[in-house]
């Protein structure tokens, strides 16, 4: 059974930075590629970030581009997204996200795996 847990969500002010986590099992992790996406009430679900199978290519969306960093530790089954200079705007449910694949792919319906998310909220 696959699971996705993220943490390090919680309450930030403007101007600070945070770093989320994603625990990952079920599976062979470094097989797949990871995304992050974010998603307020009423709004579709909005992608964030993604990283390949090693590491060696990421790509953000370009709401948060210069702001935010993904990273993974295939040793530890585990991705990262790290956010500075946040935004009242980048106030959402964060989640993790694994695709079938080792491409980058930026499409949520890519996406076969999620977690239950994390909220993040950022004070002005």
């Known amino acids: 059974q696959v699971q996705l847990v993220e943490s390090g969500g919680g309450l930030v002010q403007a101007g600070g930075s945070l770093s989320l986590s994603c625990a990952a099992s079920?599976?062979?992790?470094?097989?797949?590629?990871m995304g992050w996406f974010r998603q307020n009430p009423g709004n579709d679900r909005e992608f964030v970030a993604a990283i390949r199978w090693n590491g060696g290519t990421t790509y953000n969306a370009n709401s948060v581009k210069g702001r935010a960093t993904i990273s993974r530790n295939n040793a530890k089954d585990t991705v990262y997204l790290q956010m500075s200079s946040l935004k009242p705007e980048d106030t959402a449910v964060y989640y993790c996200?694994?695709?079938?694949?080792?491409?980058?792919?930026?499409?949520?319906?890519?996406?076969?795996?999620w977690g239950q998310g994390t909220q993040v909220t950022v004070s002005s």
């Open positions: 079920g599976l062979t992790f470094r097989q797949y590629a």
């Open positions: 996200s694994l695709r079938g694949g080792t491409t980058l792919v930026t499409t949520e319906s890519s996406y076969n795996y």
